[in-house]
């Protein structure tokens, strides 16, 4: 930034003791204008437009209206892929949070000390956090075929990124005092983490996996438009025929189901807290 | 001594009824959601293919990875980030009035059970079915991305900035009301200092998900990385799905380093 100080000059104070002090210019109109600059290529490159916007909008309440009232004779149908979406989210975030605790405990500096190790299991956890959940599902369609099957993999590679991440970030923060002295008096390293260790981490670990599932129930529902099984699949049928109002029966048990299971989950976590 | 020893041991709690519930409860609904696992059917065509993805993500299609142009990845993830923050500009500015009329220490309870009623419910709605109604607004392209994306952001721009106003400090206000400030210089020296650091940091955060979000809208035609993506999937072209898997590896990868470097910064100095 001495370029821009250069540029700029600093303002200069005499104090009435007679020192001087100085006072850097506002960096405010050069943020501005960069912010100004990525705004202006966004709007370039994705066409967007206000006009547009405003003269079409219309559409989307046109669209939106079309979902009331909701198709109630629908529900039957509904009820099924729904389990099915829970039945994956619990089953893919159980054995993925399960699963994040070797990774964890391999990423976490503090209890493995190779820094190859920590490197490579760090590494998988990003990978797999990288990909995006749906692009996963799309890849397991591939390989498990369509159904279920797909999307709980999906969810498990999701949950095992996610809780491995924010575990092995907690990790390294525990009070490692009881880990040493238990290492000290000639406990193994299993044993000491077992009994110092994992229960610092414990209440962290167990809201973090349910919030990770909180999140895969409303993620869920869109893996069905990749084929792997769940609720996406009628909601991606029933937009494709237009029957906008068993859209909205679909979308309406999805948002009963998904405040059911936040505040389920929210009462529990803050029981852990 | 001993003795002493073995009455702490003895007094603490007693949870193995507790634990043995829990346990038995987890078990009971793993059972009950195994049967998510029955429609597995591996064949060694699905063996195959998977041999197949991961060669073509070690052999990439280098023209289209390092290729200019309107279809190459660089111009793709261009496209991708500008979906992603033209989106969360537009969200945040959805989000910020929706935030103040939803603080508990600014409006009454009753408005407060309503909005927030309305900010849950945009957020059930699945991204992708936004995508489709936006289609019907915008025609199909990155535009229908940008106002999915915004659509899809209030819901968690909303709820962080919510709890940043409500911990506003009033005394700062108090102190400036003393001093004799204006209503523009109480705003200006007692809330905007409290809550910008905090704005920044929930959107660079939502940045960051956006752009994962943005590098799948292209599934319903919604612009971005995911289009040309699916495409070559679907025509099994898995050399081109390489070099797309990669450059949105190093995209995400990036852009969270990024956004983590300027949230610690903005959270520690």
């Known amino acids: ?273 | 001594m001993n003795k002493k020893l073995e009455d702490v041991l003895l007094t603490q709690p007693k949870r193995a009824k507790y634990y043995i519930t829990a346990a038995v409860l987890v078990l009971a609904m793993l059972i009950w959601s195994s049967s998510a696992l029955n429609q597995m059917h591996v064949t060694s065509k699905g063996l195959s293919i998977g041999w197949n993805i991961l060669e073509g993500i070690i052999t990439p299609d280098t023209t289209l990875l390092f290729g200019g142009g309107d279809s190459g990845v660089a111009y793709l993830i261009l496209q991708t980030i500008s979906i992603a923050f033209l989106g969360t500009i537009v969200g945040a500015f959805i989000a910020v009035p929706l935030s103040f009329i939803s603080a508990t220490n600014i409006v009454p309870k009753p408005i407060v059970v309503i909005t927030r009623f309305v900010i849950m419910a945009i957020r059930t709605v699945p991204s992708l079915v936004y995508g489709l109604m936006f289609i019907r607004v915008t025609g199909p392209g990155p535009f229908a991305g940008v106002m999915t994306l915004a659509v899809v952001s209030i819901g968690m721009i909303s709820k962080l900035f919510i709890e940043t106003i409500e911990d506003l400090d009033s005394g700062i206000l108090e102190s400036l009301d003393a001093a004799g400030s204006t209503l523009f210089q109480k705003i200006r020296y007692g809330v905007l200092p409290q809550l910008s650091s905090d704005f920044i940091s929930i959107l660079a955060y939502r940045f960051d998900m956006n752009l994962r979000e943005a590098t799948i809208l292209g599934l319903v035609g919604a612009g971005g990385i995911g289009a040309p993506m699916i495409f070559a999937m679907s025509g099994y072209e898995w050399h081109k799905v390489g070099a797309i898997l990669i450059g949105l590896f190093i995209l995400i990868f990036v852009i969270e380093y990024l956004s983590d470097k300027l949230r610690q910064y903005l959270l520690h100095g």
Do not use: H
């Open chain 1, 1 to 273: 930034m001495r370029w821009y100080d250069k540029l700029f000059k600093p303002k200069k104070f005499t104090l009435t003791n007679g020192k001087t002090v100085s006072q850097k210019f506002t960096r405010a109109p050069l943020i501005l204008l960069l912010l100004l600059v990525v705004l202006i290529i966004s709007v370039v490159v994705t066409g967007f437009s206000l006009p547009t916007l405003f003269t079409n909008f219309t559409q989307f309440w046109i669209v939106f209206a079309d979902l009331f009232p909701p198709k109630w004779s629908y529900f039957p149908s509904v009820w099924q892929p729904l389990i099915d979406t829970i039945k994956m989210s619990f089953f893919g975030s159980f054995f993925g949070a399960l699963c994040a605790l070797p990774l964890a405990i391999l990423s976490a500096n503090n209890v493995t000390n190779s820094r190859v190790v920590n490197l490579v299991a760090r590494f998988v956890l990003t990978i797999m956090r990288t990909l995006p959940t749906l692009v996963a599902a799309l890849i397991a369609t591939y390989i498990f075929g369509l159904g279920t099957f797909a999307g709980t993999v999906a969810i498990f590679i999701f949950s095992m990124s996610f809780v491995g991440k924010q575990l092995f970030e907690y990790i390294e923060t525990v009070n490692m005092g009881a880990y040493e002295a238990l290492i000290a008096t000639g406990a193994n390293a299993p044993r000491s983490f077992v009994t110092t260790i994992f229960p610092q981490i414990l209440p962290t670990y167990l809201s973090t996996s349910l919030f990770a599932f909180e999140g895969n129930v409303r993620y869920a529902a869109i893996l069905g438009y990749v084929g792997a099984g769940g609720i996406g699949m009628i909601l991606n049928q029933k937009i494709g025929w237009r029957e906008f109002q068993s859209v909205g029966m679909i979308l309406v048990s999805l948002f009963v189901a998904v405040v059911l299971i936040e505040t389920l989950s929210q009462q529990l976590r803050k029981y852990l807290s």
